[in-house]
């Protein structure tokens, strides 16, 4: 039921002309229904690290939240092996800072 309340707020954010709308954590299953949903007025930006150890490295620096390291790889593992869907963009944040990772997104989304 959360996932069509969300899907009925950016749908009405698209209608009254917001732009660049940001959609966080949504499951692997979710994400591909996008195409089916938005037809072309979307981008899906997944971020993956390539190094399982920095991926364990920063886990477990959360002070709160998503605290399972090894969740977290099976995910990430999931993410890099998918393929790639209509308006998405993989970016491998395994040596970005925040900085070059909001850089390299905003370059995707000019």
């Known amino acids: 039921m959360s996932f069509e309340n969300l899907l009925s707020i950016l749908k009405n954010y698209i209608k009254n002309g917001y732009k660049?709308?940001?959609?966080?954590?949504?499951?692997?299953?979710?994400?591909?229904?996008?195409?089916?949903?938005?037809?072309d007025d979307y981008v899906i930006i997944s971020l993956f690290l390539e190094d399982d150890k920095e991926l364990t490295r920063r886990v477990?620096?959360?002070?709160?939240?998503?605290?399972?390291a090894s969740a977290a790889i099976e995910w990430n593992e999931?993410?890099?092996?998918?393929?790639?869907?209509?308006?998405?963009?993989?970016?491998?944040?395994?040596?970005?800072s925040p900085e070059k990772t909001v850089e390299k997104i905003l370059e995707i989304i000019k």
């Open 20 to 39: 660049n709308t940001i959609v966080t954590d949504l499951r692997d299953s979710r994400v591909r229904e996008i195409p089916n949903i938005f037809k």
């Open 60 to 68: 477990a620096e959360h002070d709160s939240g998503f605290k399972n």
């Open 78 to 96: 999931k993410i890099k092996k998918l393929p790639v869907l209509r308006n998405e963009y993989k970016i491998d944040n395994t040596h970005n």
